[in-house]
């Protein structure tokens, strides 16, 4: 299994921790630095053995229950991803300080912030109203 981080999700590190937004599903995730280290390095390596070689200091099987628990939330990218040779790294994998179990620490939906009746005609009453002279 090549394990690679879904098209339709956006994060940010923050602090030691990492944010993932699932935009297709509306929910955030916050990773431990553990598994925001795995996130980050997610889409260059090509197998859950090379996720262990490079952090060889995590447990193999806190490392695959981690992808399983991605994949089971909807973060990793469907169906096969082709093989390149030479895969270049995007983003630096650090080194980990902090061995804990990589693990999703909090998960909440993402609310609807906001709507206009410019985007929405139709969604209601209000967006319906006949301006009065």
Do not use: Y
């Amino acid at each position: 299994m090549r394990p690679r981080r879904g098209t339709h999700t956006a994060w940010r590190q923050i602090g030691d921790d990492t944010v993932v937004l699932d935009l297709r599903g509306k929910r955030m995730f916050g990773l431990n630095a553990s598994a925001g280290a795995i996130w980050h390095a997610l889409d260059n390596v090509e197998s859950i053995d090379a996720l262990a070689d490079v952090f060889g200091d995590l447990d193999r099987s806190a490392i695959e229950a981690f992808v399983d628990q991605l994949g089971e939330h909807g973060l990793l990218a469907e169906g096969p991803v082709a093989v390149q040779d030479d895969l270049p790294f995007s983003e630096p994998v650090a080194p980990l300080v902090d061995l804990t179990p990589p693990a999703i620490i909090w998960s909440e939906a993402i609310p609807k912030v906001a709507a206009t009746c410019a985007f929405l005609p139709g969604e209601s009453d209000l967006c319906n109203q006949v301006p009065t002279s």
